[in-house]
């Protein structure tokens, strides 16, 4: 009998799950991000005993608590051991757009309070050029939303307020997303810098050099592996 394609995305992120579940080690404090193959290794982590855990996103939150995993405050106290997290795309330097369930800011704050960051999703997350199949989300106040638009058309000329049933989407602390289309070739670096130099702009979907590690699940039910190249 043929495979759904609903079934291979299931076992990809199954596999990537259990690959990222081996990195929790007892006594750890992690992060948790958002996504399928995250919620899929939260119900994982729930098997075991004295799992704590800062998570990223309400959706995030409501399915560990009902696992049982610790909820833990980034208090300013806590330093996380691993942050383990999904991602939209992936490139071959393991630069990252994430932010297509509206989590960026908080996931970036999470990965930030972390020793190590691993990506945990699916193989087709791959690409050669970040912005091949995703819009890259930013994040803006409401205040001024329009003008704040305006500004960052001249970085990225297709931004498009994100909207949920007709209504403008708002994250978890407020804000509204605008996904941009990337320009081939673009020096995402750069463009990372002037984002962040811009008024209005709350926070980017652009996660460049904080993951160490890309745990990529296949149809098959194997794992990709992709390290980060060491720094000079």
Request: negative net charge; glycine residues 10%.
């Amino acid at each position: 009998m043929l495979r759904s394609v609903s079934d291979e995305d299931a076992t990809a992120r199954a596999a990537a799950a259990a690959a990222a579940a081996e990195l929790v080690e007892p006594g750890m404090t992690i992060g948790l991000g958002s996504g399928r193959a995250v919620f899929k290794l939260v119900e994982l982590l729930g098997e075991r005993q004295g799992v704590r855990a800062a998570v990223a996103s309400n959706r995030t939150a409501e399915r560990a608590r009902e696992v049982g995993i610790e909820l833990v405050e980034l208090d300013g106290s806590v330093e996380l051991d691993l942050a383990l997290d999904g991602a939209d795309e992936v490139d071959p330097q393991l630069r990252l757009i994430k932010g297509g369930g509206g989590a960026l800011l908080r996931e970036k704050i999470v990965i930030s309070a972390a020793r190590r960051f691993v990506v945990v999703a699916e193989a087709p997350k791959r690409v050669d050029q970040l912005g091949e199949h995703h819009r890259l989300p930013v994040e803006v106040v409401r205040f001024a939303w329009r003008d704040t638009r305006r500004r960052l058309t001249s970085l990225l000329p297709d931004a498009v307020l994100r909207t949920d049933d007709g209504e403008p989407y708002r994250t978890d602390e407020g804000h509204y997303l605008l996904d941009c289309v990337l320009q081939p070739g673009v020096d995402v670096e750069a463009l990372a810098d002037k984002l962040e130099r811009l008024p209005g702009v709350v926070e980017h979907g652009l996660f460049i050099g904080m993951a160490e590690r890309a745990l990529l699940g296949r149809p098959d039910g194997g794992v990709d592996v992709l390290d980060a190249a060491p720094r000079r």
